[in-house]
């Protein structure tokens, strides 16, 4: 073989595998980059799906809201009356001055009353 034959085989030699390399390459960017873009879409797709969550639980925090408003409205009523009977309760004097068994038996005998009248 003459020495440019061998020249020319060497620098082909050189060329396929510098192409191969460069293919190689890519083939691998290539695939990176499939695998980003479908982690980016299946992360738009989650966090879709978690915004529509977080609306559909704020739309029904406000609706139990608002179903709730006349329960609670009810019960701040039922609160202000037991402690305007707790103030009158606390402030009554003895029923029996002198005799606390008398008046505690009273004010038992009164809270009874009060309790079965409802």
Do not use: F
């Not at 529509?52 to 202000?80: C, F, I, S, Y």
């Not at 008046?103 to 809270?111: F, G, I, P, T, Y």
């Amino acid at each position: 073989m003459s020495p440019v034959t061998v020249g020319l085989a060497v620098s082909l030699a050189i060329s396929l595998a510098a192409n191969a390399a460069l293919g190689w390459s890519y083939l691998g960017q290539r695939d990176t980059a499939v695998v980003a873009k479908t982690e980016t879409k299946q992360a738009d797709g989650v966090s879709k799906a978690c915004g529509d969550g977080v609306k559909n639980l704020a739309a029904q925090a406000t609706k139990r809201h608002a179903d709730a408003a006349p329960a609670v409205e009810a019960a701040r009523k039922q609160a202000e009356d037991a402690g305007e009977l707790a103030i009158q309760i606390i402030s009554t004097p003895p029923a029996v001055p002198g005799d606390e068994c008398k008046s505690a038996q009273a004010a038992r005998d009164d809270w009874w009353e009060r309790r079965t009248a409802k």
